[in-house]
């Protein structure tokens, strides 16, 4: 079944507090087809740590979740799904597994019980060198003090609630003795170091090592199913750059799958990358689409007030990138330093050498590195370029630099090693505390973005979309997804703030004159986030006064300025929640409510034609569960909410809803005209007059034609005079609307009723 159009589910299983099995999924069917997109696209359903709520720490790749309803309820989802039309995508997990509760991961416990004799010692990337007897190294305990605590119970150790194997002929003794005569040494987690590949800096989360085609063939046998019986139409594979060889991985996936599968990759490109040809993939998920709509809204004008804003206050570097380069450094040397020692180890193994610089040459090397990897056929000059730029800024890492290229060119490992350090390493200063830090426009901090690019031009945004569908029409484009660090909406209204940099400086100074913020850059970060999720209507519930809580510990926590996840500072924290209390209790909940009630029609405008483009421009695009109305979110757990089906369901059937009307619309103009949409191309449409620079519009195809409004608070004041957008021949009509359009339209026509126009020739 060819896909035109996903939606996404978030999975959960009733432990979590809030069950959406796959029973809830089926009753969305009809729903959904009415909506009109072509395949639902669910998070991970194998089984996974008991109580996720969001499936990403699998702990048995070879069976789908009970929880969630097991084989059978995956079946009668496909098959109802079918009966409507609508083919399944499913999102799998091929780079780790769970291993927080060892009890719940077999391949994890029976590699504890056995060791290196496991029948899985070869399916988990174990540093066995790390410790001097040969010992898997468990950063668990909250002391190495607590190994003392041990109790032998049976034919396993106990340590409170949790519980490790022990191996067999060994359990005589105290746990303490018995533990010293086991496969795995447990240590306290405030070492930072770790005996086995982690997701990034995840302890919970085990690498396992899928260049080995058993490994392979044994976690993909579900998989396998799944297509050898028809269930599925594709999948959407999770951070494939922290495998061993993802290009590698890919060619083997797509053997599995057979030609005609959809193959998306969680791939994150950076604004100069661009993704490699030769992967068997139909391309991202779409966080490079993510950026380029959301920053065709951005106004370039606020660029430099908003700068001085920050700047007035200390909290942005004069270099962004060598800020970023500083906490990549940092990210390599402190975080992930388990990671780099054992890449320096590898480096010492494969050349009989050593040197003092080694460790701070390979930190610097990373951070000049811009990319998750550069192993890619189409990357390969990056490494290299990254090496001179390295030495031509400390000229005393040429010789460490020297020793780790010999390295690179004798061992495979520390190849690979390399590489999936950089990418962790990137994970860890961008997304999770850079993106966290920089207050100037927090819309920009987002997956796939790079906030010191401040918007994207009409120039750029065609150029790419041009691009996409020329090379991977196929590809997914995206707004929100589980991993988005705000929600579009959200991204949206913040946006905003770029058309009145100077209202918002204002209105930012006063409210820090009257409720001060525990600490300036904290509070210049905050301010957005709190106007991008405030009430429309001003009307603050509990609800939304915990979310915004949790939003802000977690914020200033991956910041990691004044306090940390590892070491929280009780008393800044709690500075900020009565600060937030102040804000929602106070006088400036007031003005907060008076602002957004100003621009929230500006925000809603911008939503409406990002949403249009993500839906009509080349690529496959997803609408994440809910965002088919106005949604709020921000980072996860938030945006994994329980949505409001019954809401959703009414709006569908009047239609009255703005943000429906072009959802439907789209989706029905995709499914009416798939071959527009695939193949059709992308070809940009320039209005005339004032205020053309307002008006974005392009051409899919010789019978779709798209048009959207943008930084429309200078509009307000000033209308589109005589802005014209001369159409294609032909009688056009607007699928929003009804009305029909030919020749030259005023833009003031054109946008009578919406800020967008989904027009197509009849």
């Given at each position: 079944?060819?896909?035109l159009?996903?939606y996404?589910?978030?999975m959960?299983?009733?432990?979590?507090?809030?069950?959406?099995t796959?029973?809830?999924?089926?009753?969305?069917?009809?729903y959904?087809a009415?909506?009109?997109?072509s395949?639902?696209y669910?998070?991970?359903?194998?089984?996974?740590?008991?109580?996720s709520?969001?499936?990403?720490?699998?702990?048995?790749?070879?069976?789908?979740?009970?929880?969630l309803?097991?084989?059978e309820?995956?079946a009668?989802?496909?098959?109802?799904?079918?009966?409507?039309?609508?083919g399944?995508?499913?999102?799998i997990?091929?780079?780790?597994v769970g291993?927080?509760?060892?009890?719940?991961?077999?391949?994890w416990?029976?590699?504890?019980?056995?060791?290196?004799s496991?029948?899985?010692?070869?399916?988990?990337d174990?540093?066995?060198?790390?410790?001097?007897?040969?010992?898997?190294?468990?950063?668990?305990?909250?002391?190495?003090?607590?190994?003392?605590?041990l109790?032998?119970?049976?034919?396993v150790?106990r340590?409170?609630?949790?519980?490790?194997?022990?191996a067999?002929?060994t359990?005589d003794?105290?746990?303490?003795?018995?533990?010293?005569?086991q496969h795995?040494?447990?240590?306290g987690?405030?070492?930072n170091?770790?005996?086995?590949r982690?997701f990034?800096?995840?302890?919970?989360?085990?690498?396992?090592r899928q260049?080995?085609?058993?490994?392979?063939?044994?976690?993909?046998?579900?998989v396998k199913?799944?297509?050898?019986e028809?269930l599925?139409?594709g999948?959407r594979?999770d951070h494939?750059d922290?495998?061993?060889?993802?290009?590698g991985y890919?060619?083997w996936?797509r053997?599995l799958?057979?030609?005609?599968?959809?193959?998306?990759?969680?791939?994150i490109?950076?604004?100069?990358?661009?993704?490699?040809?030769?992967?068997?993939?139909?391309?991202?998920?779409?966080y490079?689409?993510?950026?380029?709509?959301?920053?065709?809204f951005?106004?370039p004008t606020?660029?430099?007030s908003l700068?001085?804003l920050?700047?007035?206050?200390g909290t942005?570097?004069?270099?962004?990138?060598?800020?970023a380069?500083?906490?990549k450094?940092?990210?390599?040397t402190?975080?992930?330093?388990?990671?780099?020692?054992?890449?320096?180890?590898?480096v010492i193994?494969?050349?009989?050498?050593d040197h003092?610089?080694?460790?701070?040459?390979?930190?610097?090397l990373?951070?000049?590195?811009?990319?998750?990897r550069?192993?890619?056929?189409?990357?390969?000059?990056?490494?290299?370029?990254a090496?001179?730029d390295t030495?031509a800024e400390n000229?005393?890492?040429?010789?460490?630099?020297?020793?780790l290229?010999?390295?690179?060119?004798?061992?495979?490992?520390v190849s690979?090693?390399?590489?999936?350090?950089?990418?962790?390493?990137?994970a860890?200063?961008?997304?999770?505390?850079l993106?966290?830090?920089d207050a100037?426009?927090?819309s920009?901090?987002?997956?796939?973005?790079?906030p010191?690019?401040?918007?994207?031009?009409?120039?750029e945004?065609?150029q790419?979309a041009?691009?996409?569908?020329?090379l991977?029409?196929?590809?997914?484009?995206?707004?929100?997804t589980?991993?988005?660090?705000?929600?579009?909406?959200?991204r949206a209204?913040?946006g905003v703030?770029s058309?009145?940099?100077?209202?918002?400086?204002?209105?930012v100074?006063?409210?820090?004159s009257?409720?001060p913020s525990p600490?300036?850059?904290?509070?210049?970060?905050?301010?957005q986030?709190?106007?991008g999720v405030w009430?429309?209507d001003?009307?603050?519930t509990?609800?939304?006064?915990?979310?915004?809580h949790g939003?802000?510990?977690?914020?200033?926590?991956?910041a990691?300025?004044h306090?940390?996840?590892?070491?929280p500072?009780e008393?800044f924290?709690?500075a900020?929640?009565?600060?937030?209390?102040s804000?929602?209790?106070?006088?400036?909940?007031?003005?907060?409510?008076?602002l957004?009630?100003?621009?929230d029609?500006?925000?809603?405008s911008?939503?409406?034609?990002?949403?249009?483009?993500a839906?009509?421009?080349?690529?496959?695009?997803?609408i994440?569960q809910g965002?088919e109305l106005w949604e709020?979110?921000?980072?996860d757990p938030?945006?994994?909410?329980?949505?409001?089906?019954?809401?959703?369901?009414?709006?569908?059937q009047?239609l009255d809803?703005?943000?429906?009307?072009v959802?439907?619309?789209?989706?029905q103009?995709?499914a009416e005209?798939?071959d527009?949409?695939l193949?059709g191309?992308?070809?940009?449409?320039s209005?005339?007059?004032?205020?053309?620079?307002?008006?974005?519009?392009?051409?899919?195809g010789?019978d779709?034609?798209v048009?959207?409004s943008?930084w429309t608070?200078?509009?307000?004041e000033t209308?589109?005079?005589?802005?014209?957008?001369?159409?294609p021949?032909?009688?056009?009509?607007?699928r929003?609307?009804?009305v029909?359009?030919?020749?030259?339209?005023?833009a003031?026509?054109?946008?009578?009723?919406?800020p967008?126009?989904?027009?197509?020739?009849?």
């Amino acid at each position: 079944m060819t896909v035109l159009s996903t939606y996404r589910l978030q999975m959960r299983g009733p432990a979590s507090g809030e069950a959406f099995t796959f029973a809830d999924a089926e009753k969305l069917v009809d729903y959904l087809a009415d909506l009109g997109v072509s395949h639902l696209y669910l998070s991970p359903i194998l089984t996974a740590g008991v109580g996720s709520s969001h499936g990403y720490d699998v702990t048995d790749p070879t069976t789908i979740s009970a929880e969630l309803g097991g084989p059978e309820g995956f079946a009668r989802l496909a098959a109802t799904a079918r009966a409507a039309g609508l083919g399944l995508i499913v999102d799998i997990v091929p780079n780790h597994v769970g291993v927080d509760d060892p009890t719940q991961n077999a391949w994890w416990w029976d590699l504890l019980a056995h060791g290196r004799s496991s029948t899985y010692c070869s399916y988990f990337d174990v540093d066995w060198t790390l410790d001097p007897d040969g010992r898997i190294v468990l950063p668990v305990l909250g002391s190495d003090d607590d190994v003392a605590d041990l109790e032998v119970d049976g034919d396993v150790l106990r340590l409170g609630d949790r519980t490790w194997p022990i191996a067999p002929g060994t359990g005589d003794g105290t746990g303490a003795q018995v533990h010293d005569r086991q496969h795995y040494k447990l240590i306290g987690w405030r070492h930072n170091v770790c005996g086995y590949r982690r997701f990034f800096s995840i302890t919970s989360l085990a690498g396992i090592r899928q260049e080995d085609r058993a490994v392979f063939d044994a976690s993909h046998a579900e998989v396998k199913r799944w297509f050898d019986e028809g269930l599925v139409d594709g999948i959407r594979i999770d951070h494939p750059d922290g495998l061993s060889d993802p290009a590698g991985y890919l060619v083997w996936l797509r053997e599995l799958t057979g030609p005609d599968a959809w193959i998306v990759i969680e791939k994150i490109l950076a604004v100069d990358e661009a993704l490699d040809t030769t992967l068997p993939v139909a391309g991202t998920t779409g966080y490079d689409a993510l950026r380029e709509n959301g920053g065709l809204f951005v106004d370039p004008t606020g660029l430099r007030s908003l700068t001085e804003l920050v700047e007035a206050a200390g909290t942005t570097p004069s270099d962004a990138a060598r800020e970023a380069r500083r906490l990549k450094v940092e990210a390599v040397t402190t975080t992930l330093s388990s990671e780099l020692a054992r890449l320096c180890r590898a480096v010492i193994a494969a050349t009989g050498s050593d040197h003092e610089l080694l460790g701070s040459s390979i930190a610097a090397l990373l951070s000049h590195i811009g990319v998750y990897r550069s192993d890619y056929q189409a990357l390969s000059a990056v490494l290299p370029v990254a090496m001179s730029d390295t030495v031509a800024e400390n000229p005393d890492l040429a010789e460490p630099l020297a020793l780790l290229a010999t390295a690179l060119e004798v061992s495979v490992e520390v190849s690979v090693r390399l590489q999936q350090l950089c990418g962790a390493a990137t994970a860890k200063s961008m997304e999770d505390c850079l993106f966290y830090r920089d207050a100037r426009l927090v819309s920009l901090n987002e997956v796939g973005g790079e906030p010191e690019r401040f918007g994207v031009s009409a120039a750029e945004f065609h150029q790419r979309a041009a691009v996409r569908a020329h090379l991977w029409p196929d590809a997914m484009t995206t707004l929100t997804t589980h991993d988005t660090k705000r929600g579009e909406d959200v991204r949206a209204r913040i946006g905003v703030l770029s058309q009145v940099p100077s209202l918002w400086a204002e209105m930012v100074q006063g409210w820090e004159s009257g409720t001060p913020s525990p600490d300036r850059s904290t509070g210049l970060f905050l301010w957005q986030n709190i106007f991008g999720v405030w009430p429309a209507d001003g009307a603050v519930t509990d609800e939304h006064r915990q979310r915004l809580h949790g939003y802000a510990e977690k914020a200033i926590r991956e910041a990691a300025l004044h306090t940390t996840w590892n070491d929280p500072d009780e008393s800044f924290e709690g500075a900020v929640h009565t600060w937030l209390d102040s804000i929602i209790d106070g006088p400036v909940g007031i003005e907060l409510s008076a602002l957004v009630a100003r621009l929230d029609p500006h925000g809603r405008s911008d939503a409406l034609g990002q949403k249009l483009i993500a839906l009509t421009a080349p690529g496959i695009p997803d609408i994440y569960q809910g965002t088919e109305l106005w949604e709020d979110s921000l980072v996860d757990p938030d945006n994994r909410r329980p949505v409001d089906y019954g809401a959703r369901r009414k709006a569908l059937q009047s239609l009255d809803h703005p943000k429906m009307r072009v959802v439907r619309a789209a989706l029905q103009a995709r499914a009416e005209r798939p071959d527009t949409f695939l193949s059709g191309g992308h070809r940009p449409l320039s209005a005339s007059g004032e205020h053309a620079t307002h008006l974005v519009a392009y051409l899919r195809g010789e019978d779709v034609l798209v048009a959207a409004s943008r930084w429309t608070v200078r509009l307000a004041e000033t209308g589109w005079g005589a802005t014209t957008l001369t159409l294609p021949d032909g009688t056009w009509t607007d699928r929003l609307t009804g009305v029909t359009h030919t020749g030259a339209v005023p833009a003031a026509d054109l946008f009578a009723d919406l800020p967008v126009a989904l027009l197509v020739r009849t």
